[in-house]
């Protein structure tokens, strides 16, 4: 069990990510690397944005950071961000991400054209996450 | 030149539509072409995320309203995931190919009405530029 939003948290995501065959076929020619903005909510723990970065290739994750600096983060091809609470909501599966950008609910940056292509690929990223064993930290 | 024009209070939806639209020119210059010569408004409503904007043809720029007409030529009603998966089916003669397993998906829904294109007879023009215009693929 790891507390979400902690490094802990990222690398079980990570081990998800480099261990499912259906993110690794879902994303077999993706090339880019993504940061996460979980933006602050100090009211339910979080009081200060996280920036966590995932290099993203070929269905693997190379490398990841746990709280970079923004300044390094948006350097990262793609950029999603979304308060604490929405990811939280991403992560148990009530809350499509696809359907949270619509709403405007979680906020992307870069190339929609790529994003668009590997939408199967994205989903997977979702279903990953939902896998790790989450502990939230507005709820310890 | 800016081909793209966005209503300030766009957002989501809005936003995404003009994001894909700009970034679609920018990678293929000779899309701006798709621009010219036609004029008409759609209203796209992604029905399970509570959303809808209006987009328009106009002088040779596409236009984004944070909210639909109140009467479009076009109106595309669906759900959020099958938006994204119109922007990324293979197109043939600028509408979903059939041949394709994404096309064959496409063409399902809208047998199924899970996908509404209302004004697609009157407007086949339009809807062919769009589709053309919002093509990631």
């Given amino acids: ?140 | 030149m800016e081909y793209v024009t966005t209503d300030p209070e766009i957002d989501g939806l809005g936003a995404m539509l003009a994001d894909l639209v700009r970034a679609n020119i920018a990678a293929h210059p000779e899309r701006a072409k798709l621009l010219e010569n036609v004029s008409g408004t759609i209203n796209v409503k992604a029905i399970d995320a509570g959303v809808a904007v209006g987009l328009e043809f106009a002088a040779n720029r596409f236009n984004v309203f944070a909210k639909p007409f109140r009467r479009a030529g076009l109106e595309i009603i669906t759900d959020s995931g099958t938006l994204m998966e119109l922007t990324a089916v293979p197109l043939w003669k600028g509408q979903p190919d059939v041949r394709t397993p994404e096309g064959r998906t496409v063409l399902r829904k809208m047998v199924r009405r899970d996908l509404r294109i209302k004004g697609a007879v009157a407007h086949p023009m339009l809807l062919n530029r769009l589709q053309r215009l919002l093509s990631a693929v």
């Avoid at chain 1, 709403?103 to 668009?116: C, E, S, W």
């Fill in chain 1, 1 to 140: 069990m790891a507390l979400f939003p902690s490094e802990d948290w990222m690398k079980l995501y990570v081990e998800k990510i480099n261990s499912s065959k259906d993110y690794e076929e879902a994303a077999s020619t993706w090339e880019g690397d993504i940061a996460y903005v979980f933006e602050a909510e100090p009211d339910k723990g979080v009081p200060n944005d996280v920036w966590s970065w995932a290099d993203l290739w070929h269905g693997k994750c190379r490398d990841s950071k746990w709280d970079v600096t923004p300044e390094e983060g948006e350097k990262a091809k793609f950029i999603i961000r979304a308060p604490y609470s929405r990811w939280k909501e991403v992560i148990r599966k009530e809350l499509d991400p696809v359907k949270g950008m619509m709403q405007g609910k979680l906020k992307l940056k870069g190339d929609l054209p790529t994003i668009v292509r590997y939408v199967k690929a994205s989903n997977e990223l979702v279903n990953l996450a939902s896998q790790v064993p989450t502990e939230f930290v507005d709820e310890q």
